[in-house]
């Protein structure tokens, strides 16, 4: 997408994101029929790699070499660890704290340490200091949260 408008690439990132709430709920679907959310995460991750290996071939993606792959700092190989977290987060709590109030408190994870990383221009993105206008629409994502979880409880749906 390297041609791709600013519309395009909000629509794709949207897209994106309009499948994990898929993904938590056939993940944890997978854990309870195989009897652990580990197993659930092993067969999710296998089944990535059964997909990306034929998408590879096709686009005939270059090898890259070993000599390339230790040239990076060290935080480029948390990726892989922090999806295997996820995707075990999402079998264990999704389940219990519904799509929706799962996706919404992922999301909320997700600003409040993009805002870090983008105000102290971590992982080799540009600095973007946070200010007030930014915190103010983090704190309206929390806020989301709770009021997602509280509309959640039973004696909310009760009313």
Do not use: C
């Amino acid at each position: 997408m390297p041609n791709a408008g600013p519309l395009s690439l909000l629509a794709a990132a949207l897209l994106a994101g309009a499948v994990v709430p898929f993904q938590a709920g056939a993940n944890a679907a997978l854990g309870r029929l195989l009897g652990h959310p580990l197993w659930a995460a092993l067969v999710s991750l296998g089944v990535s790699v059964a997909v990306i290996i034929p998408v590879m071939v096709a686009f005939r993606i270059p090898t890259p070499t070993l000599a390339e792959t230790l040239k990076g700092p060290w935080w480029i190989w948390i990726g892989g660890a922090a999806g295997v977290l996820y995707i075990t987060a999402a079998l264990l709590l999704a389940p219990r704290l519904g799509a929706a109030g799962f996706i919404v408190a992922v999301i909320a994870g997700q600003m409040l340490v993009s805002a870090a990383i983008d105000h102290f221009g971590l992982m080799g993105f540009p600095e973007k200091p946070v200010g007030a206008a930014r915190l103010a629409g983090i704190g309206l994502i929390v806020g989301g949260v709770v009021l997602v979880q509280l509309a959640g409880t039973p004696a909310a749906q009760a009313r």
